[in-house]
């Protein structure tokens, strides 16, 4: 089955600087990439996806990055707020879905 | 479009006891995944549904453990003879088609006394 790997754990930047999260996959079947938060006590949230055609996405301050060739795929955050602080994870999907285990951000005001 | 629903949202259940859980998906979606979570730590995979069939349960524990997905009505998640490690937020997602777009609902926080 598919393996995510996903860095790092935790994460702890400065309000307005960037933070960057990455993931690698084995499985080349994997074709859909989505990214979700989860703020404590909540539902993780789907905040932006990737399909395996497409190389970069952007949303506002949010974007993400697929390497197909090299297997791995990134989120970034730019000029984080504190309402950026939660877990993130990111997922590969071909039929089902696995996810990575899941990185902390905290952004210190 | 109501959301992906589940409940009840919190479960208390002493030990031998059974735990149902129910997970309604969005409407028009016909595939149904259960996440069981740990406290601060990550999602991990139980079981993989579309209506009337078990897709993948190679998440599900051998014993104790079930789950369907009915041709009407809600999937449900059943653990017979719960255990304290069983203590867990149980979450459930749906998609429209597999492997696309996943919803979650809000969990099911199950506590084991």
């Known amino acids: 089955g598919e393996n995510v790997e996903q860095h790092p754990s935790t994460l702890s930047v400065q309000e307005g600087d960037s933070a960057v999260i990455k993931c690698t996959y084995s499985d080349s079947a994997s074709n859909y990439f989505p990214w979700y938060k989860q703020e404590l006590g909540k539902r993780p949230q789907l905040i932006i996806d990737?399909?395996?055609?497409?190389g970069e996405k952007k949303d506002q301050r949010i974007a993400v990055t697929l390497n197909k060739t090299a297997k791995h795929f990134s989120l970034h955050i730019t000029e984080t707020q504190p309402e950026d602080s939660a877990v993130y994870f990111c997922?590969?999907?071909?039929?089902?879905?696995?996810f990575g285990t899941g990185t902390s951000l905290t952004v210190i005001p | 479009n109501a959301g992906v629903m589940q409940n009840p949202r919190h479960l208390v259940r002493r030990r031998g006891q059974e735990a149902r859980l129910r997970c309604s998906p969005m409407k028009g979606h016909s595939h149904v995944y259960w996440y069981r979570q740990l406290p601060e730590e990550g999602l991990k995979f139980m079981v993989y549904l579309q209506k009337e069939n078990i897709i993948d349960e190679s998440g599900m524990p051998k014993e104790r453990f079930s789950a369907e997905f009915p041709k009407e009505g809600p999937s449900i998640l059943r653990i017979q003879q719960v255990v304290r490690g069983d203590s867990a937020a149980y979450f459930c997602a749906s998609s429209q088609v597999g492997g696309q777009e996943l919803f979650f609902g809000e969990g099911s926080r199950l506590t084991v006394l």
């Open positions: 990737i399909r395996s055609n497409v």
């Open positions: 997922a590969a999907a071909g039929n089902q879905f696995y």
